[in-house]
């Protein structure tokens, strides 16, 4: 599989399996994010995932994929810090604002910092219509920002850090998109880096959770590691697919592609966490899709 899948590298048949990747991971990540907001504390639910996708992830390292090439344990390092950071902000995001709030705040503003820096490191160029995309979904963006500043009325006085906390985990998700592009092109094998990622990923936030794990009760422990177990599996289709996407296509484009999963978790928000979404907050929501199409479809 993965000869035929560097087979396709810079072919037609390579972009439009690029394109239908980034929509699975769209709207695998927008249900990777509520697992993560949903009943547990994030902290918490990110811990059993990444304890869930450790364990999965283990034997394929071991005994399924090549072992990496020894260049690749520094691109591992790097991969690991950054993925580090953005799980920190992220949590620290969730927990101070509503799913419908920040989620698109922080899938949103990552894509106009990931085609900026997709520009410098892979020289990739886009058509002036392409950057009318990534102009609409940048204005959506901030759009919403300032709608929630001046409407929404629960936890109002946690609304502004949780926004800013939100821009930064867009720019981390930039930075672990562009670099972990660059990590899996540099491996013979694509799958190497997926599993080995997953498995060195996961040691971080059971760690730095390890005392919320501890204080959890029995009786919660198999619905917390049920959800970890999902999140888990939808981790490794959404990130997987998006990584396979950014090494057969551009990663500019890729990138803006899967943030139509605004549009999903604005559904998700409302319909499975009852989120009021409003029809302002919904129209910017899929202003934010619309830019993503745009880009895509000028390309």
């Not at 929630?148 to 109002?156: D, Q």
Request: with cysteine; glycine share 8%; proline share 5%.
């Amino acid at each position: 599989m993965s000869n035929w899948l560097i087979s396709l590298e810079g072919t037609q048949a390579g972009h439009n399996a690029a394109l239908i990747l980034a929509v699975s991971a769209a709207i695998l990540h927008a249900l990777f994010g509520a697992l993560q907001k949903g009943r547990h504390d994030p902290w918490l639910s990110r811990a059993a995932i990444d304890i869930c996708y450790g364990l999965i992830a283990l034997p394929f390292a071991l005994f399924v994929v090549p072992w990496p090439e020894p260049h690749m344990w520094p691109i591992f390092a790097g991969a690991w810090a950054i993925h580090v950071a953005y799980k920190v902000l992220q949590a620290m995001t969730y927990t101070r604002g509503a799913y419908t709030v920040v989620y698109p705040v922080v899938r949103g503003t990552g894509p106009l910092f990931t085609v900026i820096v997709a520009g410098i490191v892979f020289h990739e160029h886009y058509a002036p219509l392409q950057w009318l995309g990534v102009a609409l979904l940048t204005s959506a963006i901030f759009g919403l920002a300032v709608y929630n500043l001046r409407h929404l009325t629960v936890n109002r006085d946690r609304l502004i850090p949780a926004l800013g906390f939100a821009v930064a985990t867009g720019a981390l998700v930039a930075a672990y998109t562009t670099y972990d592009a660059w990590g899996i092109r540099a491996t013979a094998d694509p799958f190497t880096f997926l599993a080995w990622f997953f498995l060195i990923d996961s040691f971080a936030m059971p760690l730095f959770s390890a005392r919320r794990l501890a204080a959890v009760p029995r009786s919660d422990l198999g619905p917390l590691f049920k959800r970890g177990l999902l999140g888990a599996v939808v981790a490794f289709f959404s990130f997987g697919s998006i990584m396979l996407a950014t090494r057969l296509d551009r990663v500019g484009e890729a990138a803006v592609l899967r943030e139509t999963s605004t549009v999903f978790a604005a559904l998700i928000g409302w319909l499975v966490l009852k989120e009021k979404v409003g029809l302002v907050r919904a129209l910017l929501m899929g202003l934010i899709a619309l830019g993503a199409v745009v880009m895509e479809m000028a390309g």
